[in-house]
């Protein structure tokens, strides 16, 4: 089988540290990383990762304008995208639950239960 890359874009530079090395030990994923919706869109047109990991607030380009300017792009659209939030009223919630999103992962998690959520999200069975 061949190894999964995940692209993660957050702003938050320990989200940034933890998550790869999550991904890299329980799970032999590669992770690909942006700190901005900007350049992760740009990185997940020239590398398309398996899946996108998006932070739903971000500055400049929050999470879900960055999803809709995705979802409108034929070349990355179709890559599956997992909300990451820390935003978790019911408000929020139905808002996440009108987009073409594959799902939504709350924040804050510990790592091995993140990489259980991503691989039933993506019904990942590595």
Known sequence: MAKKVILLIDDEPGIRQ????????IAAWETL???SC????ALAETEKPDAILLDVMMPEMDGITAFEKMQSNPIIRLIPTILL???AQASDRERFAQLAVAGVIT???KAPDLVNQVRL???WND
């Open 18 to 25: 933890v998550i790869p090395v999550a991904f890299r030990v």
């Open 33 to 35: 990383i942006a700190d």
């Open 38 to 41: 900007q350049s992760g869109i």
């Open 85 to 87: 939030t820390a935003k």
């Open 107 to 109: 924040k804050p998690f």
């Open 121 to 123: 999200i993506l019904h």
